[in-house]
């Protein structure tokens, strides 16, 4: 892959991240509330994945992570009808090299899941990568967690390898 021309600094936003029935805004201090909100609205991927539902601050925590690291983007997924929040999208930028993009989490309110929402996200994420010169996206997906398995192979994710703990590491090639 040739080398990589990024005019993104830290901070900087993504290309538009829109989806036929969704559209994504970066999360800020002031969407902690929207954000707990979503992340609430999916208890069970936190009891699968963590053992219990999210913590309180689940919101304001995930936050503070991604303020610490520039390279990080949490955004709320919105229909764009109405504008209520239904999701969120957690991003590393060039991680773990420049041109790879790592998606640490993606999630839907239970009650909208299985209406392709969360394939629509991921191809609106894919388009906006690909648009800001990312060549591939990569994710991790846990043992506990047969049906993110499925999702991601359904959505054209390869599974690359494998790491301690139970978990499998998937990429899929962005277009520019």
Do not use: I
Request: with cysteine; aromatic share 4%.
């Amino acid at each position: 892959m040739p080398p990589l021309d990024l005019d993104l600094e830290p901070r900087a936003p993504l290309p538009p991240l829109e989806a036929p029935r969704l559209a994504a805004v970066e999360a800020s201090r002031a969407d902690e509330g929207r954000l707990q909100g979503c992340l609430e609205a999916a208890p069970g991927y936190f009891v699968l994945t963590e053992g219990a539902p999210p913590s309180p601050d689940a919101a304001a925590r995930l936050l503070d992570e991604a303020e610490a690291d520039p390279c990080r983007r949490v955004l709320l997924l919105e229909r764009r009808r109405g504008g209520a929040a239904v999701g969120v999208l957690d991003v590393w930028l060039d991680q773990p090299e420049p041109g790879t993009a790592h998606l640490g989490l993606l999630l839907v309110a239970e009650r909208l899941q299985g209406q392709g929402l969360g394939a629509e996200a991921a191809a609106a994420l894919e388009r906006s990568l690909g648009a800001a010169g990312y060549g591939l996206l990569r994710l991790s997906v846990g043992d506990e967690n047969p049906g993110a398995h499925a999702f991601w192979e359904r959505q054209g994710y390869a599974p690359v390898g494998r790491l301690a703990g139970g978990v499998t590491v998937y990429e899929k090639p962005l277009a520019g």
